[in-house]
C-alpha cells in the first residue's frame, strides 16, 4: 500500500513568520492529496486539498504545492497566527479502494 | 461536525470487557472509517467499510470488529478490551473513490481501558 512520510514532527515558529511542512508518498497512481488541520480535543478538519492534476492552489495564506515526479507535496502557511496552533496531518488518496493514507502528523505551534 | 456523530464522547472501562463505539451520519456516505490516534503514530485505521455489510480491515484491526447493518451507522467493538486499546477513535466518512474529495471526521470519543 501507500506510504506517507511527514516532516517535521514538530514546528514551532514566531507569529508573521512562514510555516513549511512537507509529505512524501510512495505509490505513483496517488491523485488526491488532502491536508487536515486538528484543533486540541477536535476531529481533523480538511483545510486544503490538491489534485494530481495541478501544481498550487491557495487559499488566503495557505497553499499547497504538489511535484508528482519526485513524489512529494508541501503546505505552506504564511503570517502565521495564535490560532494556527493545531496538528496538521497530510494525506494521500492511494488505489485501494480510495481510502487515504495519513502522514504521522506535525504540531505546529505559533508563538505571539 | 456536521453530518457526523460519534458516541459516548469519552469512556473509562475495564480491562477484559467488550466496549462498543458508534458512529452515525446522516451524510448517505457509502464509505465509513474507524481510526485510533495515539501519540507518535498519527492516525491509524482499524477498519473500514465500503457499503452495507461490506466491511476491510486496516493496519491495526487486531482485537476489533465492526458491524455495519444499515448506511448511516458502523459500529466498532472491542471484544475484549485490554489497556493497549487506551486511545482516541475517530469515526470517518468519504463519498467514494472516484470522487476527489476528503474524509469528514467525527469529534471522537476517548477510550480509557484500566
Known amino acids: 500500500g501507500e506510504n506517507v512520510e511527514q516532516h517535521p514532527s514538530t514546528l514551532s515558529v514566531q507569529e508573521g513568520d512562514s510555516a513549511v511542512i512537507k509529505c512524501t508518498y510512495s505509490?505513483?497512481?496517488?491523485?488526491?492529496f488532502p491536508w487536515y488541520k486538528q484543533e486540541l480535543g477536535k476531529g481533523p478538519q480538511l483545510i486544503i486539498d490538491i489534485r494530481s492534476n495541478v501544481g498550487e492552489k491557495k487559499d488566503q495564506r495557505i497553499a499547497v504545492t504538489l511535484n508528482k515526479t519526485a513524489k512529494h507535496f508541501s503546505l505552506h502557511i504564511t503570517e502565521t497566527q495564535p490560532e494556527d496552533s493545531a496538528v496538521y496531518f497530510c494525506?494521500?488518496?492511494?488505489?485501494?479502494?480510495?481510502?487515504?493514507?495519513f502522514g504521522r502528523g506535525t504540531q505546529l505551534t505559533v508563538w505571539p | 461536525d456536521a453530518g457526523i456523530t460519534q458516541s459516548p464522547r469519552h469512556k473509562v472501562t475495564e480491562t477484559g470487557t467488550p466496549v462498543t463505539l458508534r458512529c452515525h451520519q446522516t451524510e448517505n456516505h457509502r464509505y465509513m472509517y474507524w481510526y485510533r490516534q495515539d501519540p507518535g503514530h498519527g492516525l491509524r485505521l482499524i477498519h473500514y467499510?465500503?457499503?452495507?455489510?461490506?466491511?476491510d480491515k486496516g493496519e491495526v484491526s487486531d482485537g476489533y470488529s465492526v458491524s455495519r447493518s444499515k448506511t448511516e451507522d458502523f459500529l466498532l467493538t472491542l471484544e475484549s478490551a485490554t489497556s493497549s486499546q487506551t486511545s482516541v477513535y475517530f469515526c470517518?466518512?468519504?463519498?467514494?473513490?472516484?470522487?476527489?474529495?476528503?474524509?469528514?471526521f467525527g469529534s471522537g470519543t476517548r477510550l480509557t481501558v484500566v
Open positions: 467499510s465500503y457499503g452495507v455489510k461490506d466491511t
Open positions: 494525506a494521500s488518496r492511494g488505489s485501494t479502494l480510495g481510502r487515504l493514507y
Open positions: 470517518a466518512i468519504g463519498q467514494g473513490s472516484d470522487i476527489s474529495y476528503g474524509y469528514t
Open positions: 505509490d505513483s497512481a496517488s491523485n488526491y
